[in-house]
């Protein structure tokens, strides 16, 4: 078992299709913690093994492994790059220590990649930024770091200049060190020293004189040594580089083209050289019992405590707890739970290596590691000592904005629903819900993509398919005027007849106030044990509606006169007669459809607000204001619901990725006309 301080756990970052897997399949293959280099297009990945991510050849979920390189243990978390399932990536990043960013030599800054360097920023983590893909056509270091520089204020500084691109790129040249360093062309991701090429010695010497500028920037000592003489030692440039980049004052830039294993192991010195330990990152802050703030060292001489941040489901091992070690050594076959105030027992302790587990006796600082088969412990709850109880932060996942009536594709509803049941374990952002008034049961995700592959996975692990289709809008209908109307069922075949007769006043009511009864009738007209039934009635009707089939609301019926028999009348024939009143009252009182309306905020980049803002007017959306932060504008605006059924893939489209948005509901308003009419005539189609 390794020291705190040859531990280190790092998060891979970066857009979709930026080489992020390969990049981790290169760098296990490296090390020598896999026999062969795994590949994304040929399902052989490591990292990306489960059959929705070979078939669409992305990363869905986060995968884990370690290496061990130079006498020092990292922990790496390989994430999704699709918006899809950045609920995933922000996970991984909240209980990492530092970060790989990556980002690809061709396709350079993406949207995607403002969301993840936003990740980093708000947690403060100390970035390694890599540029992938050096070996492709049209492969462009310089652009690339460039646009990372007008993009965002990571402060990056090149570290290891690319010697040639595309099918020339050989090598890198280290700026601190003032080596060249070319790639055994071998597979190994090993390099040799050599001598700058000639044609760049001016300008790394440029480069190095820039570096010792950023660095010394960072400390006073440095600085004013680096004013009075111009240059710094070389160890005072390798300790200053260290302490800039723990500290996250500047971002080191590398070069590598991972598919061909070309410059892996300068990447892995560096994480081991530049990313800090554990005991080197701020202590974890939680609450003890009473709610007051304490901390915790990344230490083993603290009591044990951990955060669990990651839950997979599985059918036959049931349920991996997946958490990060934060303080203390966990050993033994017990812990606590501190978030459901119960201890839990456990098995044995795994890391993480892929789709495998290598058991473990016990845990430190920083590792990732996970158990099986715990019956209380979920996403989001804190481990500890119970002679020692904290509780940290709860994982807030990114909301869903999609939602998608669902049910079993061949009617197993019991199974399918169980089976949604324990995916929500495993994905937090997925939610399941049921709509009151259209009696449909909803599954809320990220995105279409998202909802799809969750069904993927519970096809496979479960052997139940679910069926998706657009949910139905819970339209409601009401009056605009006053009426009074007669409502008489009359009935006389033989023997005992019926007779109800009501006279009912109809108004409105203010929108969201409901329902209102109100028993006018003086003196016996009406006899007392009838007149709940004219009630029951018309609420039976409400319920129904009448002009579209939606429920009715916002209405008040005072029932003011009607009639009796003495042998005909009955409960049923007033119940029938309250009915008939109502439904043409509502003809003759200006009936109308109401629509749901949500709030919804958009959070968009300055360049796309424009078209946010006149793709809300075509949605018969009203913009209510705008805030501004450094970087987005944030539209907040009122929307019909049926306009923005499908608003992600098109919010997507529209700012090519670089909008999101949150969304509830806020009340209800009348349908326009011709809008109205469409769905009543639909109404009556099904009918």
Same mark, same amino acid.
């Given at each position: 078992?390794?020291?705190?301080?040859?531990?280190?756990?790092?998060?891979?970052?970066?857009?979709?299709?930026?080489?992020?897997?390969?990049?981790?399949?290169?760098?296990?293959?490296?090390?020598?913690?896999?026999?062969?280099?795994?590949?994304?297009?040929?399902?052989?990945?490591?990292?990306?093994?489960?059959?929705?991510?070979?078939?669409?050849?992305?990363?869905?979920?986060?995968?884990?492994?370690?290496?061990?390189?130079?006498?020092?243990?990292?922990?790496?978390?390989?994430?999704?790059?699709?918006?899809?399932?950045?609920?995933?990536?922000?996970?991984?990043?909240?209980?990492?220590?530092?970060?790989?960013?990556?980002?690809?030599?061709?396709?350079?800054?993406?949207?995607?990649?403002?969301?993840?360097?936003?990740?980093?920023?708000?947690?403060?983590?100390?970035?390694?930024?890599?540029?992938?893909?050096?070996?492709?056509?049209?492969?462009?270091?310089?652009?690339?770091?460039?646009?990372?520089?007008?993009?965002?204020?990571?402060?990056?500084?090149?570290?290891?200049?690319?010697?040639?691109?595309?099918?020339?790129?050989?090598?890198?040249?280290?700026?601190?060190?003032?080596?060249?360093?070319?790639?055994?062309?071998?597979?190994?991701?090993?390099?040799?020293?050599?001598?700058?090429?000639?044609?760049?010695?001016?300008?790394?010497?440029?480069?190095?004189?820039?570096?010792?500028?950023?660095?010394?920037?960072?400390?006073?000592?440095?600085?004013?040594?680096?004013?009075?003489?111009?240059?710094?030692?070389?160890?005072?440039?390798?300790?200053?580089?260290?302490?800039? =980049?723990? #500290? &996250?004052?500047?971002?080191?830039?590398? @070069? !590598? %083209?991972? *598919?061909?294993?070309?410059? $892996?192991?300068?990447? +892995?010195?560096?994480?081991?050289?530049?990313?800090?330990?554990?005991?080197?990152?701020?202590?974890?802050?939680?609450?003890?019992?009473?709610?007051?703030?304490?901390?915790?060292?990344?230490?083993?001489?603290?009591?044990?405590?951990?955060?669990?941040?990651?839950?997979?489901?599985?059918?036959?091992?049931?349920?991996?707890?997946?958490?990060?070690?934060?303080?203390?050594?966990?050993?033994?076959?017990?812990?606590?739970?501190?978030?459901?105030?119960?201890?839990?027992?456990?098995?044995?302790?795994?890391?993480?290596?892929?789709?495998?587990?290598?058991? =473990?006796? #016990? &845990?430190?600082?920083?590792?990732?590691? @996970? !158990? %099986?088969? *715990?019956?209380?412990?979920? $996403?989001?709850?804190? +481990?500890c000592d119970e002679s020692n109880p904290i509780i940290y932060d709860v994982l807030e996942p990114i909301p869903p904005v999609i939602s998608y009536a669902v049910s079993a594709k061949k009617g197993d509803e019991e199974k399918l629903f169980s089976s949604i049941t324990r995916m929500l374990d495993e994905d937090l952002t997925l939610q399941l819900t049921r709509e009151p008034q259209t009696h449909e049961v909803l599954i809320l995700g990220v995105g279409q993509i998202h909802l799809e592959a969750v069904g993927e996975k519970m096809k496979r692990k479960f052997g139940v398919e679910m069926e998706l289709r657009l949910p139905k809008v819970p339209y409601r209908e009401t009056i605009k005027g006053s009426v009074t109307v007669q409502g008489k069922h009359k009935k006389q075949s033989g023997g005992r007849g019926q007779y109800g007769d009501c006279t009912i006043e109809m108004s409105p009511l203010a929108r969201g106030e409901g329902f209102k009864f109100i028993d006018s009738i003086v003196g016996g007209v009406i006899p007392q044990q009838y007149r709940p039934a004219v009630e029951k009635g018309i609420v039976e009707a409400m319920e129904k509606g009448v002009i579209a089939g939606y429920p009715f609301v916002d209405v008040q019926v005072n029932l003011i006169d009607g009639s009796f028999h003495n042998v005909d009348s009955s409960e049923m024939a007033f119940k029938i007669a309250g009915s008939l009143a109502f439904k043409k009252g509502v003809m003759d009182a200006g009936p109308v459809l109401l629509e749901p309306v949500l709030e919804l905020e958009v959070q968009v980049d300055k360049e796309h607000v424009g078209d946010v803002m006149g793709d809300l007017n075509s949605r018969r959306g009203k913009v209510l204001g705008m805030d501004a932060t450094d970087k987005y504008e944030i539209v907040r605006a009122h929307v019909p619901q049926s306009e923005i059924l499908l608003y992600a893939p098109d919010l997507t489209s529209i700012t090519g990725g670089r909008g999101s948005f949150t969304v509830h509901f806020s009340h209800y308003e009348e349908v326009p006309s011709h809008l109205a009419e469409k769905i009543i005539e639909q109404h009556k189609n099904e009918e």
């Open positions: 078992m390794q020291d705190v301080q040859h531990i280190r756990n790092t998060v891979i970052l970066g857009h979709g299709n930026s080489g992020k897997t390969t990049l981790a399949d290169a760098l296990l293959f490296t090390a020598g913690a896999v026999n062969r280099m795994g590949k994304v297009d040929d399902g052989s990945s490591v990292m990306d093994f489960e059959p929705e991510e070979i078939k669409r050849q992305v990363s869905i979920s986060t995968g884990f492994n370690h290496v061990d390189w130079k006498k020092n243990e990292i922990f790496f978390s390989d994430t999704p790059g699709d918006d899809n399932f950045v609920n995933e990536t922000k996970f991984a990043v909240q209980v990492a220590d530092s970060a790989i960013l990556s980002v690809g030599a061709v396709l350079g800054v993406r949207s995607q990649t403002e969301r993840f360097v936003d990740f980093i920023q708000d947690r403060h983590l100390s970035c390694l930024i890599c540029i992938t893909k050096m070996d492709r056509e049209r492969a462009n270091f310089q652009k690339t770091v460039d646009e990372i520089k007008d993009s965002f204020d990571l402060n990056p500084v090149i570290l290891y200049l690319p010697i040639g691109a595309e099918d020339k790129f050989e090598g890198v040249v280290d700026i601190a060190a003032n080596v060249a360093l070319f790639f055994v062309k071998d597979g190994s991701g090993k390099v040799t020293a050599g001598e700058i090429p000639p044609d760049m010695v001016d300008e790394v010497a440029v480069l190095r004189e820039n570096l010792m500028e950023y660095v010394a920037e960072t400390d006073d000592d440095l600085i004013e040594k680096f004013l009075e003489e111009g240059e710094l030692t070389n160890d005072e440039l390798t300790q200053g580089l260290s302490i800039a =980049v723990q #500290q &996250a004052k500047i971002a080191p830039v590398c @070069a !590598v %083209a991972a *598919l061909n294993n070309a410059g $892996t192991s300068v990447i +892995l010195d560096a994480v081991v050289d530049l990313l800090p330990s554990p005991d080197q990152r701020p202590a974890h802050v939680g609450v003890d019992a009473q709610g007051e703030l304490l901390e915790r060292k990344a230490s083993v001489d603290e009591p044990f405590s951990a955060l669990v941040f990651k839950t997979m489901a599985d059918p036959f091992a049931g349920r991996l707890t997946i958490f990060r070690v934060y303080s203390g050594i966990l050993q033994g076959d017990t812990f606590y739970n501190s978030t459901k105030k119960t201890s839990e027992r456990f098995g044995h302790l795994f890391v993480l290596e892929g789709r495998e587990q290598k058991q =473990v006796e #016990q &845990a430190i600082p920083g590792m990732i590691v @996970a !158990v %099986a088969k *715990l019956k209380e412990t979920v $996403t989001g709850d804190t +481990l």
